[in-house]
């Protein structure tokens, strides 16, 4: 499983409100990415990391802010929480397989807004 | 602005019989992964597809890649039911970032 938890697991917060997701990695990968999953819309990436304090914008990070002051963490922080950003979020990493690369994801949060 | 585009999106099947997902992008690209994905769970890689021309097998399911066609597709020979899941596929146009844009996935269910 790449060694990948992310926490909470599952969280229930109200509009308005910052919530911090947190991925973390116990070897050592050097890229990160966060992404959110909803019907209809297979995964889309919010945002990702190429390094410590290296992050960049994926395809809908409006709404969110990252940090990776380590190695092993990549957060992420709704500032105000909206009830569209009511998804499941999947922390992945990029593990060099032979030529290429391949992505393994985390267990997953389930994040509602209400 | 890279698109990939997975048809059918829901697929009900007998057991025993054949199928394909259809994986179709919008943009030149060598690199392309498929994913599956159980109810409630992670995502899991199955395949990774490099090159022209690359086919991929294992067990019930075989995926090839077709860049100049920008067309990729994962076959599926005699379903089981164990096979009921979504199938992603995904595509690689960053260069060195490893980023990759996913298609909207495929409900597979495989009727006993």
């Known amino acids: 499983d790449a060694g990948i938890t992310q926490s909470p697991r599952h969280k229930v917060t109200e509009t308005g409100t910052p919530v911090t997701l947190r991925c973390h990695q116990t070897?050592?990968?050097?890229?990160m990415y966060w992404y959110r999953q909803d019907p209809g819309h297979g995964l889309r990436l919010i945002h990702y990391?190429?390094?410590?304090?290296?992050?960049d914008k994926g395809e809908v990070s409006d709404g969110y802010s990252v940090s990776r002051s380590k190695t092993e963490d990549f957060l992420l922080t709704l500032e105000s929480a909206t009830s569209s950003q009511t998804s499941v979020y999947f922390c992945a990493i990029s593990e060099p397989q032979g030529a290429t690369y391949e992505q393994y994801f985390g267990p997953g949060t389930r994040l509602t807004v209400t | 602005e890279l698109k990939v585009e997975q048809n059918p999106l829901f697929l009900s099947m007998q057991e025993g019989k054949n199928y394909t997902i259809y994986c179709n992008y919008s943009?030149?690209?060598?690199?392309l992964y498929w994913y599956r994905q159980d109810p409630g769970k992670s995502l899991e890689s199955l395949f990774v597809l490099l090159s022209n021309g690359a086919v991929k097998q294992e067990g019930r399911l075989m995926a090839s890649l077709d860049t100049k066609a920008r067309l990729s597709t994962l076959h599926i020979t005699a379903a089981v039911h164990d096979l009921s899941a979504t199938y992603f596929c995904a595509v690689d146009i960053s260069g060195g970032y490893q980023k990759v844009t996913f298609g909207t996935g495929t409900k597979l269910q495989v009727i006993p």
């Open positions: 990391s190429y390094g410590v304090k290296d992050t």
């Open positions: 070897e050592n990968h050097r890229y």
């Open positions: 943009t030149t690209s060598d690199r």
